[in-house]
């Protein structure tokens, strides 16, 4: 396949290498200059898009999809595909959908789950939005980029599940981390409170998989200092935009509201930016009622 890649960054670059390590031919544009291993560097957005049966977009949010797709849609064959893997709002991933389909193009919002690590490792989570034909355009990329791809319906269906996904991930981490907090202080044993929680209702992935308590549980951010991992303001950035949507469609989301509003406080506030988004727990830690 001939494939254009726009957005070279912590995600886009090893994304686009594994693309390129597995035999396509690819081509990358990012504004920083930034390149991938393999992949044949153009001087613009345009010309990555150009003449390309696939072009892959992983940018930093809506407004700059909606831009870059304002430039490259005029430039793409007629029948290819576009597939925006960022996580961007609702609203803009159909937006953009729409003005791609117009213009005779195959479409998919494919955001993605797992990180730094699983971009380098081809082990991504794809949640994907279009038609069943865009999605099997798309599929064999998505084997190469990752290890699961789920058709979520369509287009926008995909951030719809990402972000939704992460409202509850947020909700989940916030509650674990208070109720070890309240643990430490009621004199219950970390290694006790796993015990327990992790097998018994109080079980999560949050809780299970990724435990905020260091030295308890599986190897977790917790564990490296709460390094990233998922760093605290790429939560804030979702549950923003799970707030967003929940606003356009008149929804009632009382946690993932206040879930927002702890974490802008952390970020803005309280020295989390740059920490994994389970350094919740040390915040509670120190805290009192008031
Ligand atoms: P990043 O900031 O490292 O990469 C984004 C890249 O887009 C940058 O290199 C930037 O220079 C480039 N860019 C910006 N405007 C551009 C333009 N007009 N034309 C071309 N390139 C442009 O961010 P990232 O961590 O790679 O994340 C990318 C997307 O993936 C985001 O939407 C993010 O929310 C999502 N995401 C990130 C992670 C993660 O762990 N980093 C996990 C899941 C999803």
């Known amino acids: 396949m001939k494939i254009g890649f726009i957005g070279l960054g912590n995600m886009g670059a090893p994304m686009a290498a594994n693309l390129a ?112 034909d865009a999605f099997a355009v798309a599929q064999p990329l998505f084997d190469i980029m990752g290890q699961k791809a789920v058709h979520c319906g369509e287009a926008g269906a995909g951030q719809a599940a990402k972000i939704c996904n992460n409202m509850i991930l947020g909700a989940t981490m916030i509650a674990t981390c208070e109720a070890f907090a309240l643990a430490d202080k009621l004199g219950l044993e970390r290694q006790k409170m796993f015990d327990v929680a992790s097998t018994s209702s109080g079980y999560s992935w949050s809780m299970n998989a990724y435990c905020p308590a260091p030295g308890v549980g599986p190897q977790s951010p917790a564990d490296n200092g709460y390094a990233p991992g998922f760093a605290s303001e790429l939560m804030l950035k979702d549950l923003g935009l799970s707030q967003q949507a929940a606003e356009a469609v008149d929804a009632d989301t009382p946690m993932g509201a206040r879930a927002l509003e702890l974490y802008r406080q952390f970020v803005e506030d309280e020295g989390g930016k740059g920490r994994d988004f389970s350094a919740m727990l040390p915040r509670f830690e120190t805290r009192g009622r008031s």
Do not use: K
């Not at 992983?58 to 849609?73: C, E, H, Y």
């Not at 709002?89 to 195959?106: E, F, K, N, P, T």
């Not at 993605?112 to 081809?122: K, L």
């Open 21 to 132: 390590a597995a035999g396509h031919d690819v081509v990358g544009f990012d504004v920083a200059g930034t390149t991938a291993l393999g992949v044949t560097p153009v001087a613009s957005a345009v010309a990555a898009a150009a003449q390309r049966d696939i072009v892959i977009t992983m940018l930093p949010n809506g407004d700059i999809l909606r831009a870059v797709a304002g430039d490259i849609i005029p430039a793409m064959q007629s029948g290819a595909t576009l597939i925006d893997c960022s996580t961007v709002d609702v609203d803009s991933a159909r937006a953009v959908a729409d003005q791609a389909q117009a213009a005779g193009m195959l479409t998919v919002d494919a955001p993605v789950s797992g990180g730094i690590g699983g971009a380098a490792g081809g082990t991504l989570t794809f949640m994907a939005g279009g038609s069943a």
